[in-house]
């Protein structure tokens, strides 16, 4: 990879909404770095597919909650290794629970991969381009949070703490042309949706105007906007993909 190469880094770009950011992003022309948790066969497959399509993708196995392991990570395989154009925090978990039975660690878990995970990455990008004076951070938060959601106290939480470390992060970063946005997908066709009972199912799209769920692809759409040139006067702003739901 030479100096002159463009990067982007998706987390949790091994399926799902990250699969989709990955493969929309080389399309765009970026050599894609993309991390997994678990599955590296799922990893693998995403970079073959951007292989096929012409395009570059490596995979690496990363755990956003691990500060000391990002902070490594970015030196050694991001620093220098070319330009840094792109950080998309997908990274995600959920830990469901009512808040009268919701378990410390489940908290935790779900705070400190889907916000604090977000935030050291988000750390080590920026000393990246703050030096370049230049730079695209999107970070993907959700429909829940802004509106809430019964049974995802931390999941909504997080999500909400990420609009507000996009907001003062676009503050701090924006007089050296760093942009940072955030995407927030409604109910989206993944893994975690499909499990979902029919019943539910219909529920949700009586709720949602355009009468269909998501696609990951509509997602990956918002995000390969903000990360071009065409969204370089776009900044601490929040782009909603719900099909027109909100509440």
Known sequence: ?????????VTGGSRGIGAACAKRLAADGFSVYLTYVSRPEAAQAVCEAIA????????FALDTADRDAVA?????????QGVLQVLVNNAGVTRDGLIMRMKDEDWDAVIGVNLSGAFAC?????????????????NITSVVGMTGNAGQANYASAKAGLIGLTKA????????????????????????TAS?????REE???????KRLGQAEDVAAAVSYLASDQAAYV?????????????
């Open 122 to 138: 988000l750390r080590e990008a920026a000393k990246i381009m703050l030096k370049q004076r230049s730079g695209r951070i999107v």
């Open 235 to 247: 900044t601490g702003q929040v782009l909603s993909v719900n099909g027109g739901m909100y509440m």
């Open 52 to 59: 096929a399509g012409g395009g570059t993708a490596r995979a």
């Open 72 to 80: 490594a990570f970015f030196g050694s395989e991001i620093k220098d």
């Open 204 to 210: 949700l799209l009586g709720r949602i105007p355009l």
């Open 169 to 192: 992060a676009a503050l701090e970063l924006a007089s050296r042309g760093v942009t940072v946005n955030a995407v927030a997908p409604g109910f989206i066709e993944t893994d975690m």
């Open 1 to 9: 990879m030479t100096s002159t190469q463009r990067i982007a880094l």
């Open 196 to 200: 979902l009972p029919e019943k539910v």
